[in-house]
């Protein structure tokens, strides 16, 4: 698909060794990218890193700089490894202390003496952030220009995006169309199908194969933003699986 200059793009970084180590399957890749498609914002990357400040700062500043935004999720918590915060700040060059809102949300769950330093370490927040609210545990996650920090626990993930997600702009959505190609192999329809994708270079079209209840089957999935184009698209495909299904 060609680039669109007036397109609304995301990224998304994952932070956290415990994805990379495959301990923990990351389920908020997939939450973040039907929402952002539903949208209609183009999510063009993600990346994942491990508790290293280094890699988190680099890619939140390589990130943001490409994107309209980007979402990170992982690494707020209460404990020694929960950095993203701290690297957040050093990403944007603000500092970060304990923010009295964040703060007067945890208190809203814990007792002023059951604050403890580590639960402390979550209501810290860069300087200038807005919060992100956290009705499950109370500990928010927070914005800093164009990078919306949130929660790795996927439930409250879920619930600081359905916060956040009013409050962006989004563009035209993506409109997609799928032909079955059934038993079709792709190396028989691939230069076909290629040539198809030349004359539309506006569009998405790609080939996937897949197993289902009934057998092996491939589907050739046609996606973009312009209803007609799509239409045009659609037809070609279908008249190319007709021709080499007789």
Same mark, same amino acid.
């Given at each position: 698909m060609?680039? @669109?200059?007036? &397109?609304?793009?995301? /990224?998304i970084l994952v932070i956290g060794d415990?994805?990379?180590?495959?301990?923990?399957?990351?389920k908020n890749i997939g939450t973040i990218a039907d929402y952002?498609?539903?949208?209609g914002i183009d999510l063009r990357e993600v990346r994942i890193v491990p508790d290293v400040a280094e890699a988190i700062v680099e890619a939140v500043n390589a990130l943001r700089a490409r994107h309209t935004y980007l979402?990170?999720?992982g690494g707020i918590g209460p404990t020694h490894? @929960?950095?993203? &915060?701290?690297?957040? /700040?050093?990403?944007?060059?603000?500092?970060?202390d304990v923010d009295p809102r964040a703060k007067a949300m945890l208190l809203e769950r814990h007792k002023p003496e059951d604050l403890n330093p580590a639960r402390l370490r979550m209501a810290r927040i860069p300087d200038g952030a807005d919060l992100i609210a956290n009705p499950i545990s109370k500990a928010p996650g927070f914005r800093i220009g164009n990078v919306?920090?949130?929660?790795?626990?996927?439930?409250i993930m879920q619930a600081m995006l359905d916060a956040i997600g009013p409050t962006l702009p989004s563009g035209a959505k993506v409109l997609s169309e799928t032909v079955v190609a059934g038993n079709v192999a792709e190396g028989t329809y691939a230069a076909d199908l290629g040539a198809i994708a030349g004359r539309f270079p506006d569009l998405s079209i790609g080939s996937y194969p897949s197993m289902t209840q009934s057998g092996?089957?491939?589907?050739?999935?046609?996606?973009?933003?312009?209803a007609d184009l799509l239409a045009r698209a659609r037809a070609e495909v279908?008249?190319?699986?007709?021709r080499l299904r007789r």
């Open positions: 060609t680039t @669109d200059p007036d &397109a609304i793009t995301a /990224a415990e994805i990379l180590s495959g301990r923990t399957k990351d952002l498609t539903a949208v979402f990170t999720t490894d @929960d950095i993203t &915060a701290d690297c957040v /700040a050093r990403a944007f060059g603000v500092g970060i919306f920090v949130m929660a790795g626990v996927p439930a092996f089957e491939n589907r050739i999935v046609v996606r973009g933003k312009d279908e008249a190319l699986v007709a």
